[in-house]
């Protein structure tokens, strides 16, 4: 995988599993760098905001619930915001943010995460247009 913007990265941990997240967190930590726990986590509501795919118009949702985090560790800021209300899983989201952001020895393995995950969603669209196939009505066009 190319390697990504930290919007991207951060979307991507925020769908990584919970025991992906808080295993490397752990490794980020093991070798002592000095890690400030500068927001929460804590947990909250955000507005939800679509985009309607026919017309492009952007509508909300709703409200759902969401935990963040931010950190800093060895200087560096680190931030995360995840859905529900899993407050660990957003702490070592924002850990391993700042890993990548400090350039740390697991900055790698994080980007590795990211990859994973993001085969994983491309598995799981995939999976669903192939699924919608079958459905799809196309239409001939009279002249």
């Known amino acids: 995988m190319t390697e990504?913007?930290?919007e991207e990265r951060c979307g991507l941990l925020a769908e990584a599993?919970?025991?992906e997240l808080r295993a490397l967190a752990d490794q980020c930590l093991a070798d002592g760098a000095d890690v400030r726990v500068l927001v929460g986590?804590?947990?909250?509501f955000v507005t939800a905001q679509v985009r309607e795919?026919?017309?492009?118009?952007?509508f909300l949702l709703g409200d759902v619930l969401a935990s963040r985090?931010?950190?800093e560790l060895a200087g560096h800021r680190g931030w995360a915001m995840r859905?529900?209300?899993?407050?660990?899983?957003?702490l070592a989201a924002a850990v391993l943010d700042a890993e990548v952001e400090a350039a740390r020895p697991h900055a790698a393995d994080v980007a590795e995460l990211c990859a994973r995950v993001a085969r994983?969603?491309?598995?799981?669209?995939?999976?669903e247009w192939a699924e919608l196939a079958p459905t799809v009505v196309e239409f001939e066009e009279l002249t």
Request: no cysteine.
């Open 41 to 44: 986590p804590e947990i909250g």
């Open 120 to 127: 994983r969603r491309q598995e799981r669209e995939a999976a």
């Open 69 to 71: 985090a931010e950190v």
């Open 53 to 58: 795919p026919v017309a492009a118009e952007r």
């Open 17 to 19: 599993e919970p025991d």
């Open 4 to 6: 990504v913007s930290r």
């Open 83 to 90: 859905l529900g209300d899993d407050r660990a899983s957003a």
